[in-house]
């Protein structure tokens, strides 16, 4: 069974850092672009940005370029977020997703979706 | 980056109707054009890809179409578990990015 499981959020005050997990099984890790995508309380998606198999491209809209990092680790089938200064607009539940796959290929729609870990900043 | 635009926001319906939610690209994304539905408390869950493939298991009143910068997902008979909040989402270009979303909520 494909799993995604995020972890790593919790409070933390304004100007904070947090670094988020997501932690794959069921897939061969290596083989998937994956992404981050968050969700404000009562809001709409938002994606974060998007990292390649072996890491060596990283994507982020604009708005949010500069302070969020996304890394991978694949002997640990593992997906990062590291977050810097971080704002009470950052509040959010944070998704990881993987790459869409069927018939063997695979596209960059979000599929499975992991059940969010949530950050909170607040003072 | 390409921005999707959503509309209307929210819809106010009743079983039974036909819905016609919209989502406009800035540029265009040819048909790489994806459609997802969330329930409150739920992750998303990938309805129509390629702007007009239905993912496994979704019902066949749920039907995608448009192409380049206009598209539109239609649900033909509205039932009790449909209301939702829809989103599209594009491939064409980095970095993916998601529209705003269309609230169907029950009139």
């Known amino acids: 069974e494909v799993q995604l499981v995020e972890s790593g959020g919790g409070l933390v005050q304004p100007g904070g850092s947090l670094k988020l997990s997501c932690v794959a099984s069921?897939?061969?890790?290596?083989?998937?672009?994956m992404s981050w995508v968050r969700q404000a309380p009562g809001k709409g998606l938002e994606s974060v940005g998007n990292?390649?198999?072996?890491?060596?491209?990283?994507y982020y809209v604009d708005s949010l370029r500069g302070r969020f990092t996304i890394s991978r680790d694949n002997a640990k089938n593992s997906l990062y977020l590291q977050i810097n200064s971080l704002r009470v607009e950052d509040t959010a539940l944070y998704y990881c997703?993987?790459?869409?796959?069927?018939?063997?290929?695979?596209?960059?729609?979000?599929?499975?979706w992991g059940q969010g870990t949530l950050v909170t900043v607040s003072s | 980056e390409i921005v999707l635009t959503q509309s209307p926001a929210t819809l106010s319906l009743s079983p039974g109707e036909r819905v016609t939610l919209s989502c406009r690209a800035s540029q265009s994304v040819r048909s790489f054009l994806a459609w997802y539905q969330q329930k409150p408390g739920q992750t998303p869950r990938l309805l129509i890809y390629d702007a007009s493939n239905r993912a496994t298991g979704i019902p066949a009143r749920f039907s995608g179409s448009g192409s380049e910068t206009d598209f539109t997902l239609t649900i033909s008979s509205l039932e009790p578990e449909d209301f939702a909040v829809y989103y599209c989402q594009q491939r064409i270009a980095w970095p993916l990015t998601v529209g705003g979303g269309t609230m169907v909520e029950i009139k």
């Open positions: 997703a993987r790459d869409f796959s069927s018939g063997g290929g695979f596209y960059h729609w979000f599929d499975p």
């Open positions: 990292i390649k198999q072996d890491g060596s491209e990283t």
């Open positions: 069921g897939f061969t890790f290596s083989d998937y672009w």
